[in-house]
Nanobody
Framework: QVQLVESGGGLVQPGGSLRLSCAFS????????MGWYRQAPGKQRELVAD???????NYADSVKGRFTISRDNAKKMVYLQMNSLKPEDTAAYYC????????????WGQGTQVTVSS
């Protein structure tokens, strides 16, 4: 089984920065596509960014140029650096792990709250 634990959320002023971390427990971390999703009250969960072990990175249009996703395969960690935060970034942020070799593979962390407010 895969377990994911997020950390790093909190309250920050507009224009500020936060770095979220996701710790992966399980086997063959390097094969997983790792992603960050977020969900605000009354809205559907949406993709923020995802990253493969050695290839493409995808970002939502709303965060391009402000957020950076990265991973450390040796440490089994995924990060989301968030800069120039806006109030509309306020949401619960979730780490996701998907094994591309397993049908319907999707694993979720418990979430970490990010609140951007003055």
């Amino acid at each position: 089984q895969v377990q994911l634990v997020e950390s790093g959320g909190g309250l920050v002023q507009p224009g500020g920065s936060l770095r979220l971390s996701c710790a992966f427990s399980g086997s063959i971390f390097s094969i997983y596509v790792m992603g960050w999703y977020r969900q605000a009250p009354g809205k559907q969960r949406e993709l923020v960014a995802d990253i493969t072990s050695g290839g493409p990175i995808n970002y939502a249009d709303s965060v391009k140029g402000r957020f950076t996703i990265s991973r450390d395969n040796a440490k089994k960690m995924v990060y989301l650096q968030m800069n120039s935060l806006k109030p509309e970034d306020t949401a619960a942020y979730y780490c996701n792990a998907r094994n591309p070799l397993v049908r319907s593979s999707s694993n979720w962390g418990q979430g970490t709250q990010v609140t951007v407010s003055s």
